[in-house]
């Protein structure tokens, strides 16, 4: 199966975004990515539900929703109600993290967990069999644009021999600083879906940039 690849609508341009929901449409691109940030779990505020309900209205694809949010749990059957396919809860925003997997499930969507840059993935061991998906993130959450952190590269290849044991058809995310120059390393890591916001909507072709991420080949490249 080829990678994943799922650009982030924050880095769109808002005021055009139903032109931008449309390159996405027609792109290679397999979902939205929609980052919402409460200012309060992250030092940033972005959007809610009026914008994913915009999104909604044109989008053809599966929408991942990041919740960068405390309480996840209280907001996650509005999230479904608006349109959410896939839904990510933060591990550090969630004491009752079964619970609220859960609940995400019961309001028929995927289930993910996300885990910042030091959270480490070993605490995922007892409920990775629940989860359809984790997000590993490569830049502190809050803000597009960042620098990736070569760190989580370690960190997908450890959860990839977890997720082996106990759930082999687990999908895993990278989210932050992810580009052409290092989705190879990160699909040979074991991660299989990718969030590009920069590097997709700063390039000078967006389309064309999600058909190199989408169609890198890392059994031809030459060692
Ligand atoms: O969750 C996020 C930030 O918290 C975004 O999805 C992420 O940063 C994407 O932007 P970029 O590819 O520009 O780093
Ligand atoms: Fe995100």
């Known amino acids: 199966m ?24 027609t792109s290679e691109a397999d979902w939205f990515h929609v980052d919402v940030m409460d200012g309060v779990f992250v030092p940033n505020i972005s959007f809610g539900f009026p914008v994913l309900k915009a999104v909604k209205k044109y989008a053809k694809k599966p929408l991942d929703v990041h919740l960068m949010i405390v309480n996840p749990e209280k907001y996650i059957q509005e999230f479904a109600k608006e349109g959410a396919d896939i839904i990510t809860v933060h591990y550090e925003a969630c004491t009752h993290l079964h619970r609220v997997v859960q609940i995400i499930k019961d309001a028929g969507c995927k289930a993910s967990v996300a885990l910042n840059p030091h959270t480490s993935v070993s605490l ?21 644009g960042q620098q990736f952190i070569p760190q989580s590269l370690n960190k997908i290849v450890e959860l990839r021999k977890l ?37 997709i909507f700063g390039a000078s072709s967006p389309t064309e940039m999600i058909a190199s991420m989408k169609n890198i080949d890392i059994n031809s490249t030459q060692i």
């Open 163 to 199: 997720a082996n044991e106990t759930n082999p058809n687990l999908l895993i995310e990278v989210d932050g600083g992810v580009s052409i120059s290092n989705i190879e390393s990160l699909i040979k890591a074991g991660a299989n879906a990718f969030v590009a916001g920069n590097a």
């Open 124 to 144: 995922l061991k007892d409920i990775l069999v629940d989860l359809d998906m984790v997000l590993i993130m490569s830049v502190n959450p809050g803000f597009g």
């Open 2 to 25: 080829k990678q994943i690849i799922a650009p982030s609508i924050l880095s769109a341009d808002f005021a055009n975004l139903q032109r931008d929901t449309e390159m996405i449409n």
